[in-house]
């Protein structure tokens, strides 16, 4: 059977993007009441590179493999052979030899799509510049706990168009709900990936337009990681596109904030705003954990019935 990754949320169908979410949170109530006693994956590895910075999926993936029974081993490129040039192709190769399931966190799509290729273990993406497909899991699962189905509701994403908001137009072809995205000009999401949304996706410039009558309303920095030297330039444009509560009270007044953290009070988010009851995200920050669990799972077993 050839290895399965997961690289995007395209890497998966619909049906089993469901199925994950919906463990996800059968995981997370078994956690919360019986402690990690499930335990699949004794003595498996993962391999975790981490080329940038993170405290949430570092955290979240190893702490799922410690009460999956298994280890997670922190690699950074500063001190393995990755960062003095070793090829990824060879990286890969050896990894693949030693260890279960590889998490990357890293700059260049394409080098991680390389990395996938050689490698006969399977790999997930903990964020490239262009994708954030573990953040979407748990953003998925958040909405889906506290609102139920998120089919044909409306979600809207205010600012850049950057790695997240490229997953969350692949989470609305996925899991089939609308998505607005409200940008600054010249910010706008990759035009392929856009394209490929057909209608299920739009794209405004107006937040106070994309945010009426919306279910769910999310955003991220301003500047993503590697992009700091941009970042008073990216204040100067994205001065007008700031979430605050008077904004999200345009929205239905079930509506959720997410925000996949970190955040920057004072700019993409006011001061106040993680306070508002209609802010979720500390839950969000939590079920990357239970998320991740579903997808090691998921990419080491295949669909586990419920029950288990
Ligand atoms: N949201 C997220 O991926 O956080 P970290 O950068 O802390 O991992
Ligand atoms: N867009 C942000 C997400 C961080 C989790 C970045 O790439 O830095």
């Not at 169908?13 to 990690?36: C, D, F, M, Y």
């Not at 993406?125 to 699962?141: E, F, G």
């Not at 988010?269 to 579903?294: C, F, M, Y």
Request: a negative charge; hydrophobic letters at 40%; one cysteine or more.
């Amino acid at each position: 059977m050839a290895t399965r990754h997961f690289l995007t949320l395209m890497d998966a169908s619909p049906e089993e993007l469901s199925n994950l979410i919906q463990r996800a949170i059968t995981i997370k109530h078994a956690l919360k009441l019986e402690g990690p006693t499930y335990t699949p994956f004794p003595n498996h590895t993962m391999a975790m590179i981490f080329e940038k910075s993170s405290t949430r999926t570092r955290v979240s993936f190893e702490t799922a493999m410690a009460h999956f029974g298994g280890h997670a081993l922190f690699l950074s490129s500063r001190d393995t052979q990755l960062g003095r040039g070793e090829p990824i192709g060879d990286t890969a190769r050896v990894l693949s030899e030693m260890v279960d399931i590889v998490m990357i966190r890293t700059f260049s799509h394409a080098g991680l799509e390389s990395f996938a290729a050689a490698s006969s273990v399977p790999v997930i993406n903990a964020l490239t510049d262009d994708y954030h497909p573990c953040q979407l899991l748990a953003d998925v699962m958040t909405w889906t706990e506290l609102r139920g189905s998120v089919k044909d509701k409306t979600a809207v994403w205010i600012g850049d168009g950057n790695n997240m908001c490229h997953s969350w137009i692949n989470a609305a072809r996925q899991f089939g709900f609308r998505l607005r995205i409200c940008c600054p000009e010249g910010y706008e999401p990759r035009q392929d990936i856009l394209a490929a949304a057909g209608d299920s996706v739009t794209l405004l410039h107006d937040p106070v337009e994309a945010v009426t009558d919306a279910d769910l309303v999310t955003t991220d920095v301003w500047a993503s990681m590697g992009q700091e030297e941009e970042q008073a330039k990216r204040a100067t444009a994205f001065a007008d596109f700031q979430v605050n509560e008077a904004l999200l009270d345009r929205a239905h007044d079930d509506v959720l904030f997410l925000h996949c953290l970190p955040a920057h009070r004072g700019e993409e988010i006011s001061d106040t705003l993680l306070d508002d009851p209609r802010a979720v995200v500390w839950q969000e920050a939590g079920n990357r954990l239970h998320a991740q669990k579903a997808l090691i799972e998921f990419l080491l077993l295949g669909n586990v019935e419920e029950g288990q």
